[in-house]
């Protein structure tokens, strides 16, 4: 590597870490905009927010990546090409392409590095967060009592305090609601005070009244009484037990596509696709679309003897045939030869219907989960692999803007990032509903922004140009 290529890198390494910092705070600012609020009504440890969010990072650094990339590329040639270096090289000599190499060498390391991150670290991270969310979510919050508010935290209680001051609590109203064990009751005081032991917490109520309303039967009849108790002092405990934090073990979950590496893809799709295949045999095994003549002429023949027996003679001796359409039932012997023949195929076919309509329902659900699988299994290729395609873009761009700050290579780059997502995500979109192959839509941005590059890499490298194929002499 000479002076210049080992320049063009130093140039290329400050945007990109600027530019990956960057990204990866507004990925998170996103992220914690969306969650803030959930995670802080649930009262939890600092130790697992902060958990959470770590795990969450994985997949912000895989998307960063490639867009740090591209940023860097345009400022870094940009600012290569507005010190008229390009040109001195271009004066000595020297073929623009060689200081795109080291670029397009360290971006084939760091789509390699995304690869392996995208298989064996992204899945266990993306397992972890979805279990962690999953604990958070079934977290009730913690106790908090505030002025004028409702509070229904707690099982069975509605409390309603008006004034709080430390742990004294004035006008406070307890709406218990009714269970197989107490009746529906309000229990009402004018000051009291909150004790708290482990997890364990109790109200002192002092000078206050409980209402309940029961319900009795007399005379098998339902009778509705109301019993108002004044009291003086008056205590009630809650277990706070269930408003702890409890973590689960990853592993006791099942995985998604997005929790499992390539190779564990590959296996499910694998098995998926012998379960289509294996209904497919048992469908054609199961169903023999032939009406068996024989079988029939034996039922026949069984009628023709119980009909002798019952002396119906007459309606044998004479048998009237019956036309059809088909030319197998009007080779038939005798018109209950015919209906019976004709009942069975019917009833075979109707069968055949059913098991057919079944096995397309689930064959259908299965190929949904193959391409789903797919679309996984491409996504941790194609992304990594546009560390490479947008050095190719990055490059050119960047000599032709001329431009070396953030502002204009940040524009272009967004430009282009914008593109390339939608893209991704609506390549995904129609390739889990089956209107297009995963491969399409996780690898078509990728091909189509590699030739733009290519093209521009060609234009600006060399004296060739397109255009000329189709120009006549």
Request: with cysteine; net charge positive.
């Amino acid at each position: 590597m000479n002076k210049i290529q080992l320049d063009i890198l130093k140039r290329h390494a400050g945007p990109f870490v600027f530019c990956f910092v960057t990204i990866m705070f507004l990925l998170l600012m996103q992220f914690l905009i969306l969650y803030i609020d959930k995670l802080i009504s649930k009262d939890l440890a600092f130790g697992v927010i902060v958990e959470l969010i770590l795990t969450n990072l994985a997949y912000m650094v895989v998307l960063a990546a490639p867009m740090a990339v591209l940023v860097a590329s345009l400022m870094s040639f940009g600012k290569f090409t507005e010190l008229n270096e390009l040109t001195a090289l271009k004066a000595a000599g020297v073929n623009p392409i060689h200081t795109m190499t080291p670029v397009l060498v360290v971006a084939a390391i760091l789509s390699v590095f995304l690869v392996w991150f995208s298989n064996d670290v992204l899945p266990d991270a993306n397992q972890r967060a979805r279990t962690l969310f999953l604990d958070i979510r079934k977290k009730k919050p913690g106790f908090d009592l505030r002025e004028n508010e409702f509070y229904k935290g707690i099982n069975n209680y509605t409390i309603l305090v008006h004034r709080i001051h430390s742990d004294s609590l004035f006008d406070v109203i307890l709406f218990q609601k009714p269970t197989s064990s107490k009746p529906r009751a309000i229990i009402k005081a004018e000051h009291g005070r909150l004790v708290g032991k482990n997890q364990m917490i109790t109200f002192k109520l002092y000078d206050g009244a409980i209402t309940r309303f029961k319900n009795k039967r007399e005379n098998g009849k339902k009778k509705n009484t109301v019993e108002k108790v004044g009291f003086q002092e008056y205590r009630i405990s809650f277990d706070l037990s269930d408003m702890a934090f409890n973590r689960s073990n990853p592993n006791d979950y099942s995985r998604s596509d997005r929790t499992m590496n390539v190779q564990s893809m590959k296996a499910v799709v694998d098995s998926l696709r012998l379960d289509i295949n294996r209904d497919k045999k048992d469908l054609f095994a199961k169903h023999n679309l032939t009406t068996n003549i024989e079988e029939a002429a034996v039922k026949e023949k069984r009628n023709r003897s119980q009909i002798l027996k019952n002396n119906k003679m007459d309606t044998l001796n004479k048998p009237q045939k019956r036309k059809s359409d088909f030319f197998v039932l009007n080779n038939m012997a005798t018109p209950a030869l015919q209906g019976l023949a004709y009942s069975t195929a019917l009833n075979k076919f109707r069968d055949y219907r059913s098991s057919y309509t079944s096995l397309k329902v689930n064959a259908e659900w299965r190929q949904g989960r193959i391409n789903e699988y797919w679309v996984e299994i491409y996504k941790k290729f194609s992304i990594p692999v546009a560390c490479i395609i947008f050095v190719l873009l990055g490059a050119p761009i960047g000599m032709y803007v001329k431009k070396g700050n953030l502002g204009v290579p940040a524009l272009i780059g967004a430009g282009f990032l914008t593109f390339y997502w939608i893209s991704l995500i609506q390549g995904e979109k129609l390739a889990d509903r089956g209107f297009i192959s995963p491969f399409v839509g996780m690898w078509a941005s990728d091909i189509l922004l590699a030739i733009i590059g290519i093209y521009l890499v060609i234009g600006t490298c060399t004296s060739i140009r397109i255009s000329d194929l189709w120009k006549s002499d």
